[in-house]
């Protein structure tokens, strides 16, 4: 099994193969649009802009799961981001990240890279600290905004803490384009 074996929803709940990105660098990231990090849509987008005609894609997942931060239907996340953030990029239907629930995409992304990188100690402890409560297993995801980089033949490369700005990736972005 590898990424080109998905079919997702997109945010109007039409099917699109993951194959269909095959040849292309995938920053795939679970979002909201409530969250104290949603800002980083302005940083997704410059890093699409950017990169886009040389092969990069993002993948937008919005996700509800972390303080219901993202409690619109998929197609009005589309027009808050495309309105507030200027977004070009794909979303997708909105799913679930952890859990019984949790899309087929994300538990195999868990079980290529089950580790966030990123050392952002005093961001990482306000984001455990907003997540009390909340039973975080292993590899779960730990909030809005974790990122993982998918190299063009498919490779899941890495995963990177929601408190690692886009910005951050930029040079791991580069190598694989």
């Known amino acids: 099994m590898n990424i080109y074996d998905f079919t997702v929803k997109d945010a109007q709940g039409r099917d699109v193969a993951l194959a269909d990105y095959r040849g292309k660098v995938l920053l795939i990231v679970n979002t909201a649009t409530r969250c104290g990090l949603t800002p980083q849509y302005e940083e ?6 950017q990169y886009a005609e040389q092969g990069l894609e993002i993948l937008d ?48 992304l868990k079980t290529q890279k089950p580790e966030d990188k990123g050392n952002h ?9 907003a997540s009390l409560g909340e039973k975080r297993e292993g ?4 909030w809005n905004f974790t990122k993982f980089l ?5 490779e899941v490369v890495e995963r990177f803490a929601p408190s690692v700005p886009p910005s951050e990736i930029t040079d791991d972005i580069q190598i694989l384009l």
């Open 139 to 142: 590899s779960d995801i730990k």
């Open 44 to 49: 997704l987008q410059k890093l699409y802009a």
């Open 150 to 154: 998918v190299s063009r033949d498919g």
């Open 121 to 129: 100690v005093f961001k990482d402890f306000l984001l455990k600290l």
């Open 61 to 108: 997942f919005p996700c509800n799961q972390f303080r219901e931060q993202a409690p619109e239907s998929s197609g009005e996340i589309e027009q808050v981001c495309k309105t507030k953030f200027g977004t070009e990029f794909k979303i997708f239907d909105k799913i679930e990240v952890n859990g019984p629930n949790a899309a087929p995409l994300y538990i195999y």
